[in-house]
């Protein structure tokens, strides 16, 4: 055992500062990849494709909406 009870303690403290401070770092990389607002900042053109393409699906997905089935077969009989 080379190293004294000092030595070890200030060794833990350190590692547990470097700790924190990749935390932080990672946390802060984090909060900047997921916030919209930056990306809508740099990129608004893609937002708003983004939004028109997702009006036009909506409206291509609750368009006129479709006869039941059985309406279907009733207006058949009286061809």
């Given at each position: 055992?080379?190293?004294?009870?000092?030595?070890?303690?200030?060794?833990?403290?350190?590692?547990?500062?470097?700790?924190v401070a990749n935390l932080n770092e990672?946390?802060?990389?984090?909060?900047?990849?997921?916030?919209?607002?930056?990306?809508?900042?740099?990129?608004?053109?893609?937002?708003?494709?983004?939004?028109?393409?997702?009006?036009?699906?909506?409206?291509?997905?609750?368009?006129?909406?479709?006869?039941?089935?059985?309406?279907?077969?009733?207006?058949?009989?009286?061809?």
């Amino acid at each position: 055992m080379g190293e004294t009870i000092e030595q070890i303690e200030a060794h833990i403290r350190q590692t547990r500062d470097d700790l924190v401070a990749n935390l932080n770092e990672l946390e802060r990389k984090l909060k900047s990849a997921v916030d919209w607002r930056k990306h809508y900042q740099n990129h608004p053109f893609r937002f708003l494709a983004a939004a028109a393409a997702a009006g036009l699906l909506l409206s291509l997905i609750s368009g006129r909406p479709r006869a039941p089935a059985s309406r279907r077969s009733d207006t058949t009989q009286f061809r």
